[in-house]
């Protein structure tokens, strides 16, 4: 079936607009852009905004659901919520489990069709370990990342502290399966994370959270990555990870590599209440999460807010914040042959907003969801 949304102002990913810009749409791709043809349905869009659909490379859950302990029913129903919320590319991201949780949940995830998965688990540094308990830790060991990637047949990113692996070994296995690595929960120098670099890492796992914080006397990962010119770097910008200030210093220092993530939870898009993750009770109050110990738990951040809250934050233009969310996760992950940006070619993933920002419509595979 053909459709043609016609009327709007179409986000390019050179950092301009197209006004009053046909988009048309085949059997769940573009297939044209900028010029009319004759169609099955034709949708009125004048007044609003098409802007790729949001590309989500770390996300735990929502709606009450995780990754690493849904079922297959219930990952389908996250996916239609994601997509509902303008996400429509997700790296289902684990949490750190057992083994065996995680060789059924890789199964699990394939079969419901997300575009790829993020380990992020297991693999970390204790003292950096955040929210996750600590007897579900493991060393980096080549073979037990062979298992997992031995199961896992589409795009995979994998967060890791880097540092521990003395040898090179565990990258060097990861980059044999084509799996993009991401240093994170981390205790790593700054002279370590380069060397990391060196052996593979391309992006830096939400920069500022679970690493140390930038000194005067020892930059640590931070610095590494912001004095980096092709490193990527996620945040967290839900106004809790990181302050405004630092959302702007890092935007300044990256903004052809910032990568905006959610980390989001299973509590997204539920009320306030006793939740889970990586083997921990989670309490959500006004949107915060935490551990009974008081660590952050992830977020409770829709990716659109993100966007939303960079532009606030930083000064970023609509166009620039997007392309945050869509183009730049979709490059870090090698996905943007895919997804990230509208042009002939690429899977028909859309979210429309109006001049108030807020979603009105969202196409996921040329399907209506909002």
């Known amino acids: 079936m053909k459709q043609l949304l016609k009327g709007g102002k179409v986000w390019r990913s050179d950092g301009g ?21 004759a169609c099955d349905t034709v949708v009125d869009v004048r007044g609003l905004t098409v802007l790729p659909g949001l590309v989500d490379v770390h996300t735990h859950g929502r709606s009450g659901f995780d990754f690493s302990t849904a079922t297959r029913q219930q990952m389908l129903r996250m996916k239609e919520d994601y997509a509902r919320a303008g996400v429509t590319s997700v790296f289902a991201t684990l949490a750190s489990a057992t083994p065996e949780e995680w060789l059924r949940s890789i199964r699990d995830i394939q079969a419901c069709g997300f575009e790829g998965i993020h380990l992020e688990g297991r693999f970390l540094n204790p003292s950096k370990r955040g929210a996750h308990a600590p007897e579900l830790l493991a060393p980096l060991d080549a073979a037990e990342l062979e298992r997992y990637l031995g199961e896992i047949h589409v795009p995979c990113h994998l967060t890791a502290a880097f540092e521990l692996d ?3 070994a565990f990258a060097a296995c990861a980059r044999r399966h084509g799996v993009t690595l991401g240093l994170g929960h981390t205790a790593a120098t700054a002279a370590q994370a380069r060397a990391a670099m060196e052996r593979g890492v391309t992006s830096f796992t939400h ?7 930038l000194h005067h006397r020892e930059g640590g990962a931070v610095s590494a990555a912001l004095l980096s010119g092709n490193a990527w770097v996620e945040l967290i ?12 210093l890092t935007y300044r220092c990256k903004a052809d590599r910032l990568v905006l993530i959610t980390d989001s939870m299973e509590a997204t898009g539920c009320p306030d209440g006793e939740y889970a993750i990586a083997g921990q009770k989670v309490i959500v109050r006004n949107g915060r999460a935490e551990t009974l110990d008081g660590a952050l738990a992830g977020s409770t951040l829709n990716l659109w807010e993100g966007v939303k809250n960079l ?19 979709a490059r870090m992950t090698g996905i943007d042959n895919m997804v990230g940006s509208i042009a002939p070619g690429k899977r028909a993933d859309l979210l429309l907003v109006d001049d108030a920002l807020e979603r009105r419509m969202v196409f996921a595979a040329g399907k209506r969801v909002l």
């Open 166 to 168: 003395e040898d090179g």
């Open 311 to 329: 532009m606030r934050f930083a000064g970023v233009s609509l166009s620039a914040a997007v392309a945050c969310a869509t183009l730049h996760p």
């Open 17 to 37: 607009f197209w006004e009053d810009c046909p988009v048309l749409l085949e059997d769940g791709y573009i297939r044209a852009v900028g010029t009319e043809a």
């Open 207 to 213: 920069l500022f959270n679970a690493m140390p914080p």
């Open 237 to 248: 910008v839900d106004g809790m990870h990181i302050c405004p200030d630092m959302v702007e």
